[in-house]
C-alpha cells in the first residue's frame, strides 16, 4: 500500500491549503517562492515537496480560491505566479478562526489531562 | 458566477488539453530552473546543481499524473481512456464480442418487449381525471352466491339518492343499434347513459356539450346523442359541423349534441344516448352497470360501508327483489388490466428477469474465461500501482461497454417483436396497441443494461489478481486457472442451471395446463361451425316480423350447399352475456339450500344440432313449443324448457326430469314450466370455467335469437357469401355482423394463455441454450487446461471410454447440483403461478421430471464435445507441452 493513511493525508491537505492561502495573502508568488515562504514561517516544520505542492495549487486554482498568471521571477526567468481571488480571501478567514478554534479546544483539552 | 468558473475550467481541461499540459510542462520547468539557480547561488557548480535539483524535484511524471488527477473532469477523462482500452479489448476478441452482445441482446429485447406490455397495460394510467377514485359498483347476492352483478335501473336510482360517498354515481346500458341511412345498415354500439357519465369520468366532449340533467329529466329516450372519437372519425370523417345534424338508429332520430375526445377503445367506439330518472324503473333485471367517483377524501372502504347501509334499508324495503343484497367495489385499474392478466404479467416479468440472469451469468462465465488469459496484463497494472478500485473499474468498463451494445442492439429486437406481436393482435392483452418504446420503456432498457453490466463484470472484477502478483507475473498467462477460479465458473453454470429449471417448470406448466385447456370436454362441438349475428331493430320484436324473419331465413339456409344444420341462440357461446335465472324444482325439500342459479338461453329448434349437443332424455324443441311469456296464464304444461344434463341432476336429484315441472325466475317471476328434454353441458362461459347450468327457452315472437350457427361439412367461412346474399334477399335492412368461425371463438378465448405459454416457451428455450454454451465454456476450458494430465493418465493406460466418463461426470457435476437448486426454487415459485394454471397442480411432478430429464440431457450433450476432444489427446504432444 503507497498513499500514508487517510487521516494523515486529510490533516496535511487542510494544514497546506491554509498555509498556502496565508502566504499568498501578502503577495502573489511563484511555487517555489510558496515552498520557500512556508519553509521560513514554519520555521522549517514543513517542507513541501513538489509533489505535493502542484496538485494542491491546481485543486485551488479549480476550486476558484487562486488565480495564476505568467511573470518574471526575482532572477529574471519566466514564472507561474499564483494570487488570491475574493474566494480565497473568504477561505482563508473561515480557515484560519477553525484552525483558531482547533488550536485553542487541543490545547485546552492537552493541558487538562 | 462560480459554476460558471467550473465549467470554463471543465471546459478548458476537456477540449484545450494540449494547452493545459504545456503550461503544466513549463510550471514545472521554469521551477527546476528556479531551484538550480537556487543551489548555484549556495556554491554549487552547475552539474551539482542540477542533480541536486533534480533530486529534490522527484518524480516529474509522478507530479504531473498527480496534478492531472486532481482536475475537473479528469474521471471523465479515464473513464473515455478506459472505454477505448475495453473497445480495443472486445476488437481483440470478436468471437466473443460478438456473442456476448447477442446473448445480453436476447435478454434485454426480451426484457425490453415485456416490460413494454407491462407498462402499457398496468402501469399507464387511465385516461381519466384521478383515476385512481374511479371505481365500479356491483350488485351482490351472497346467499344465492353472486358476487357481482349489474345493478337493476331501481336500485341505482336508489343508490344515487342515498349515498353521500360519492362525487358523482352514473350508470349505463350497453345496447346495439342499426345505424341506418347511411348505406347499408350497420350494427353498432349504441349506450345509454345518465346524465352525468362523463362527468363521473372526468371526460368531458371536445366538440359541443355533455347531456344536461335537464335532458335527462325530461323523459326518458330524449333524442340527442353525443358521438364517440373514433365513431365520429370513422363514421363522418371527422366532420367538424357535426353538431346538430340527425343520425338514425334503429328508425329513430337522434341529434349530435356533442363529440368526446380520443381515449381508450372502449369508450371510443360508440354512440352515446342519454336516459333519465322514471318512477316505473325495473327492480328485477340486472342491467345497468354502474360507476362512480368516491368523494374527495372518502377511502374505498368508507364508501363500502355507506353502501351497506343503503343494502339494508334496499332489502326490507323491497323484499322480493332485494332480499340478500349487497354490493361491492372495484377499482378502475381492472378496467384495463383484470387480476389473471395482471399475474400473468408479473410471471412474465418475472421470467424475463431470470433470464437477463442467466444471460449475465453467461457472460461472466465468458469474461472470466477471457479475464485469465489477461491476467497478466492486469497484474502488471498492478505492479505499476493501479489501485483495486482502478482495476474494478477497468474490468467491469468491458461488460459495461457489452450490455450497451447489447441494449442497442437489444432495443431494435424489440421494436420488431413488438410490431410482430401487435400485428398477431392478440385479444386479452390489454393495451398491446399501445405498447411501445416510449421513454419508460427505453429507461427501463437502459436500467437494465448498466444492471446486467455490473454484474457481469462483477465476478471477473473481484476475481482480479490483486493480492497475488508476484504469482501472477511469475506465472503468466500459462498456469492461470487457479481451483478457485474453476470453482467460481462452476458456480455460475448450477445458477444458469437453476435458473433454467425455473423457466423451463414455469414453461412447462403453462404448456400443460393449455393442453388441459384445449382438451377439456367443451360439450359442444367447434369445427366446421359459422357463427354470425344478425341484429334487429325494436319494431322486430313485435307483431312477429322478427320471427318471420328467423322462419324464413332457416327455411332457404339447408338449400346452400354444404350447410348441415343451422340454428340460432339470443347469447354467442363463449363470448355473450351470461342472462340468468335462480331456477328449481317445484316442491324442494327444506334445509337442501338455495335454488341454482343458471343462465338462459333463448334458442330455435335447430340449435342444438347445429351446436353438436346431444339431446340426453325427452326430446328437443319443435314447432309445437312457444315463447314461455306467450301468452299470460298459460298452463304451466303449455310452457316447455331444456335444461343442462348438471342442473337437471341438481334440481331433480334421483328421478327423470323429463315432463316434471320447474319454476323458472324463482323469486321473480315464479313462473312455472315444463321440463321436455335435457342436453349435454357446455362450456357456455369459457374453456376455463366449468360446465355451464343452462335453461334453454323457445323463440317467438317476442323471444328473438339473433346470434346464428350453422354446421358446416367444410371450412364454414366459404359460407358467408350465401348467407349474406340470402339475409339481405330477406331483409335488405338487416345487417350481417361478426362472422367468425367457433374455433376462431375458442382459439380467441384461449388467447392469453397461448400467449404467456409461447413466450414462457421461447424464454426457457433461449435459457436453455445459454445454460448449454455456459456448460459447455466451462468444460472445454478446463479440459484445456487439463490436457497434460489426461495425456499422463492415457500414457498410464486410461481407456478412451474412461476419459470420455471422466470428463462429462465432471461437466454434469454443476448442472445436477443446479438441477437439485432450480427444482427446490420452482418448488418455492410456483405457487406465484398457481392462478394462471387450469387443472394442473403446481407441483407437477411429470413436469418437474421432463425439466430435470431435458437439463441433464442438454448438459451431457454439452459436455460431449470436450469429452471428446480429451478423449483424442495424443499423450507424446500432451505431455510435450508440459
Known sequence: ?113 | MFLWHRIETLWRNLAQKKSVEDDLDDEIRSYREMLEDEKARYGAGARAARLEALRELGNVEQIKEQVRDIRLGARLQIIGAELRQAWRGLRRNPGLSILGTVMLALGIGAGTVVFSIFQASLLKPLPFRDSDRLVQLWETRQDRGIDQASFSEANFWDVRAQSHAFEAVAAYHYDEANLTGMGQAEKVTAIEITAGFFHTLGVSPVLGRDFSYQEARSGWNSSVAILGNRFWRNRFGADPKILGKTVRLSDRAYTVVGVLPPGEPWINDQIYMPFGYRSDANRSSWEFAVIGRLAKGVSAKAAQADLEGIAGTLAQAYPKDDKGIGFRLTPSSTWVASETTRRALWVLLGAVMFLLLIACLNIANLLLARGTARYREIAVRTALGAGRARLVRFVMMESLLLSGFGAALGVVLAEAALQAIQTLEIHGIPRLADAGLNVWVLGFAALIAILTGVLAGLAPALRAPVGNVAAALRDGDRQTGSRAQGRLRSALVTGEVALSFLLLVGAGLLIRSFTELMSVNRGFETENRLLFSVSMPGSYWEKGAGKQFLDRFFERLPAVPGVIAAGAVSEPPMEGVDTGMSIDCVSRPRGSGPAPWAGWRIVTPGYFQAIGLPLLRGRAFDARDHWVWGQRNQPASKRHVMISEQLAKLIFPNEDPVGRNAILWKGQGNSEAEVIGVVGDSRERGLAAGPALTVYLPYGDAALPTQFVVHTRSNPLALVPAVRSIVTRLDPNLPVSDVRSFEEVVSRSVAPQRFNAILLAVFSGLALLLAMTGIYGVLSYSMSRRTPEIGLRVALGASGASILRMTIGQGLRPALLGIVLGGIGAWWLSRYIAALLFETKPFDLLTYVAVAGLLSLTAAAACYLPGRRAMSIDPAVALRIE
Do not use: C
Not at chain 1, 498556502?20 to 501578502?26: E, G, P, S, Y
Not at chain 1, 494570487?83 to 483539552?109: C, D, P, V
Open chain 1, 1 to 113: 500500500m503507497k498513499a500514508p493513511p487517510p487521516s494523515s493525508t486529510a490533516l496535511l491537505q487542510g494544514t497546506l491549503d491554509v498555509l498556502i492561502l496565508k502566504v499568498l495573502a501578502l503577495e502573489p508568488m511563484h511555487g517555489l517562492g510558496i515552498s520557500r515562504r512556508v519553509a521560513q514561517v514554519t520555521s522549517g516544520t514543513f517542507q513541501v515537496k513538489p509533489g505535493s505542492l502542484f496538485p494542491a495549487l491546481h485543486r485551488m486554482e479549480e476550486a476558484g480560491w487562486l488565480n495564476s498568471f505568467w511573470g518574471e521571477s526575482e532572477n529574471h526567468r519566466r514564472a507561474r505566479f499564483y494570487q488570491l481571488t475574493q474566494a480565497g480571501r473568504r477561505r482563508l478567514k473561515e480557515e484560519t478562526s477553525q484552525w483558531a478554534r482547533i488550536s485553542a479546544a487541543m490545547a485546552n483539552a492537552l493541558e487538562m489531562s
